[in-house]
């Protein structure tokens, strides 16, 4: 397979340059060719999408939400292949891919809802004879820049709401999620989209990111990714004053206390820290633990980790695959010889797979100061660090000890605590009992301090940032 881009409803192969994909899970097996293209590429996107963004912000919102049904649909018919696709170009499990590829389909199809719901208020009037009301207008044309760890849910929780509300996008997603994002176009396309509202420009963040950024003429920019890429994002749009948005990194902590039930409580720290090698913003990074379940918690972590198997992403019970790229894997593995000198590792696994693949064997660490790089870097990776705590209030003094504030979450049975760390958490997404990760679709999704620009995806929140409020008011002389 070879991606391509779609610029007003024509496919166009770039030919800047070209990156052969291998499968992250078998290095010998070739996935496809990702086709870089260039900021002409993205000028074009930009004519053809202002061409089109009026018609489609004229249409009512019945007709915006059947073409977003079919897209659900499309989705829904190929949804095993679209799942294996992305398995194969990023390396995650299939059963988390497919469960991705559903969150898609229920995305669309709750943001078709929103095609005949209310978008609007009925505001009292202090002069007589004045109708006055408030009504959601689309913000015209939006640069969608995605990250690789999810290539169909995170793109899909942008669009869906972005077209909805009558936005025409541009959307470049990352280079290593490029094959998945031609995938879902094409199977976008028999939606009934018109030519230009939907618009796909592969290729690298510092050539088609950046043209977009710099130079398009964009009204909107909704940014998922690194914490770096996010600020220049920011420093961006802000200068051009374009609205924008940034989900960033996270270093999310699972609190466990002394009156966790430990039996259901160490399957889903485990499940936070390591499904999809940990490859998710709100993967569980920092384990705190009160002190007098410590060294049972480390025993239980040593015995789940050895039960980890590492496989085949492809493989139908896959748990833990390969990170995404070499990038990843170099990355990871730097953190992981830094844990080796100077902290302790006390679970990890041997790798024992035939296949040439990225395979990172899940590792816990202890005896890392709190002000170490591996306590307050994101890893993003299947890596953990344990602390104690001597109580409830050090572990909340110790989970907030970071510049993230995307997930976090509690383990107990104590109301009280539960309450008062769901208060006193600095995170946008705080659970208890349930893992750091796994936000659910309809609720607002997004973080606090450096993880966000502070607004919100998802759920009824994202249509604050598609659309623009107008406040009307009509005088009748009678
Ligand atoms: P990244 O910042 O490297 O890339 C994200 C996107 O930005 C890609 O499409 C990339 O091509 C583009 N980009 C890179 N440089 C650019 C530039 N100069 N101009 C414009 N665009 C540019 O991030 P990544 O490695 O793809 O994703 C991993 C990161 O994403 C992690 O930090 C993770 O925590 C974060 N993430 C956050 C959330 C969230 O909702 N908070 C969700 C998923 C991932």
Same mark, same amino acid.
């Given at each position: 397979?070879?991606?391509?881009?779609?610029? #007003?409803?024509? /496919?166009?192969?770039?030919?800047?340059?070209?990156?052969?994909?291998?499968?992250?899970?078998?290095?010998?097996?070739?996935?496809?060719?990702?086709?870089?293209g260039t900021?002409?590429?993205?000028?074009?996107?930009?004519?053809?999408?202002?061409?089109?963004?009026?018609?489609?912000?004229?249409?009512?919102?019945?007709?915006r939400?059947?073409?977003?049904?079919?897209?659900?649909?499309? !989705?829904?018919?190929?949804?095993?292949?679209?799942?294996?696709?992305?398995?194969?170009e990023?390396g995650?499990?299939? $059963?988390?891919?497919?469960?991705?590829?559903?969150?898609?389909?229920?995305?669309?199809?709750?943001?078709?809802?929103?095609?005949?719901?209310?978008?609007g208020?009925?505001?009292?009037?202090?002069d007589?004879?004045? !109708?006055?009301?408030s009504?959601?207008?689309?913000?015209g044309?939006?640069?969608?820049i995605?990250?690789?760890?999810?290539?169909?849910?995170?793109?899909?929780?942008?669009?869906a709401?972005?077209?909805?509300?009558?936005?025409?996008?541009? /959307?470049?997603?990352?280079?290593? *999620?490029?094959?998945?994002?031609?995938?879902?176009?094409e199977?976008?396309?028999e939606?009934?989209?018109?030519?230009?509202?939907?618009?796909?420009v592969?290729?690298?963040?510092?050539?088609?990111?950046? *043209?977009? !950024?710099?130079? *398009?003429?964009?009204?909107?920019?909704?940014?998922? $990714?690194?914490?770096?890429?996010?600020?220049?994002?920011?420093?961006?749009?802000?200068?051009?004053?374009?609205?924008?948005?940034?989900e960033?990194?996270?270093?999310?902590?699972?609190?466990?206390?002394k009156?966790?039930?430990?039996?259901?409580?160490i399957?889903?720290?485990?499940s936070?820290?390591?499904?999809s090698?940990?490859?998710k913003?709100?993967?569980?990074?920092r384990?705190?633990?009160?002190s007098?379940?410590?060294?049972e %918690?480390?025993?239980?972590?040593?015995k789940?980790?050895?039960?980890?198997?590492?496989?085949?992403?492809?493989d139908a019970?896959?748990?833990?695959?390969?990170?995404?790229?070499?990038?990843?894997?170099?990355?990871?593995?730097?953190?992981?010889? !830094?844990?080796?000198?100077?902290?302790?590792?006390?679970?990890?696994?041997?790798?024992?797979?035939?296949?040439?693949?990225?395979?990172?064997?899940?590792?816990?660490?202890? #005896?890392?100061?709190?002000?170490?790089?591996?306590?307050k870097?994101?890893?993003?990776?299947?890596?953990?660090? %344990?602390?104690?705590?001597?109580?409830?209030?050090?572990?909340?003094?110790?989970?907030?000890?970071?510049?993230?504030?995307?997930?976090?979450?509690?383990?107990?049975?104590?109301?009280?605590?539960?309450?008062?760390?769901?208060?006193?958490?600095?995170?946008?997404?705080?659970?208890?009992?349930?893992?750091?990760?796994?936000?659910?679709?309809?609720?607002?999704?997004?973080?606090?301090?450096?993880?966000?620009?502070?607004?919100?995806?998802?759920?009824?929140a994202?249509?604050?940032?598609?659309t623009?409020?107008?406040?009307c008011?009509?005088?009748?002389?009678?």
């Amino acid at each position: 397979m070879e991606t391509k881009n779609w610029i #007003d409803g024509s /496919w166009s192969t770039p030919s800047n340059s070209q990156v052969e994909v291998y499968n992250p899970s078998d290095l010998n097996e070739k996935v496809g060719t990702v086709n870089q293209g260039t900021a002409e590429d993205v000028f074009q996107a930009e004519r053809a999408a202002k061409a089109a963004q009026g018609e489609w912000a004229r249409k009512t919102g019945v007709k915006r939400a059947e073409v977003l049904y079919s897209m659900a649909s499309a !989705l829904e018919e190929n949804l095993v292949e679209l799942a294996e696709l992305g398995s194969r170009e990023m390396g995650k499990p299939i $059963g988390e891919m497919k469960g991705e590829v559903t969150r898609g389909i229920h995305l669309l199809r709750y943001y078709a809802g929103e095609g005949v719901r209310s978008d609007g208020q009925l505001i009292p009037s202090s002069d007589v004879d004045v !109708l006055q009301y408030s009504k959601k207008v689309p913000v015209g044309l939006i640069g969608l820049i995605t990250p690789w760890n999810f290539p169909v849910a995170i793109p899909v929780w942008k669009l869906a709401p972005a077209l909805i509300c009558g936005n025409a996008v541009i /959307w470049k997603p990352a280079e290593n *999620a490029s094959l998945t994002a031609t995938r879902m176009v094409e199977l976008f396309e028999e939606a009934g989209l018109d030519k230009g509202v939907l618009n796909l420009v592969i290729g690298k963040g510092s050539v088609v990111g950046k *043209a977009m !950024l710099e130079e *398009a003429d964009l009204d909107g920019v909704s940014f998922t $990714g690194s914490e770096n890429t996010g600020l220049y994002v920011a420093e961006t749009c802000a200068k051009r004053n374009i609205k924008f948005q940034t989900e960033m990194g996270g270093k999310n902590a699972a609190v466990i206390m002394k009156d966790a039930n430990l039996d259901k409580t160490i399957p889903i720290v485990l499940s936070g820290a390591f499904k999809s090698a940990g490859q998710k913003c709100t993967a569980t990074s920092r384990i705190i633990v009160e002190s007098d379940i410590y060294d049972e %918690v480390i025993e239980r972590l040593q015995k789940g980790v050895k039960e980890i198997t590492l496989s085949n992403a492809l493989d139908a019970d896959a748990y833990l695959g390969p990170v995404a790229s070499k990038e990843q894997y170099d990355k990871v593995s730097s953190y992981i010889e !830094l844990a080796r000198n100077e902290a302790k590792i006390i679970a990890e696994k041997e790798v024992s797979i035939d296949k040439d693949g990225y395979y990172i064997s899940p590792i816990v660490i202890t #005896d890392a100061p709190s002000d170490h790089a591996l306590v307050k870097e994101e890893i993003f990776g299947p890596v953990a660090t %344990v602390q104690k705590a001597k109580d409830f209030d050090e572990a909340i003094e110790m989970a907030n000890d970071t510049i993230y504030g995307l997930s976090a979450a509690i383990f107990t049975e104590n109301l009280a605590n539960a309450h008062k760390f769901l208060d006193q958490t600095e995170a946008g997404m705080v659970r208890v009992n349930q893992e750091t990760a796994g936000v659910e679709y309809q609720s607002p999704f997004g973080g606090m301090k450096q993880s966000s620009s502070h607004t919100r995806e998802q759920g009824q929140a994202a249509l604050e940032f598609y659309t623009h409020t107008k406040t009307c008011a009509i005088k009748f002389f009678g």
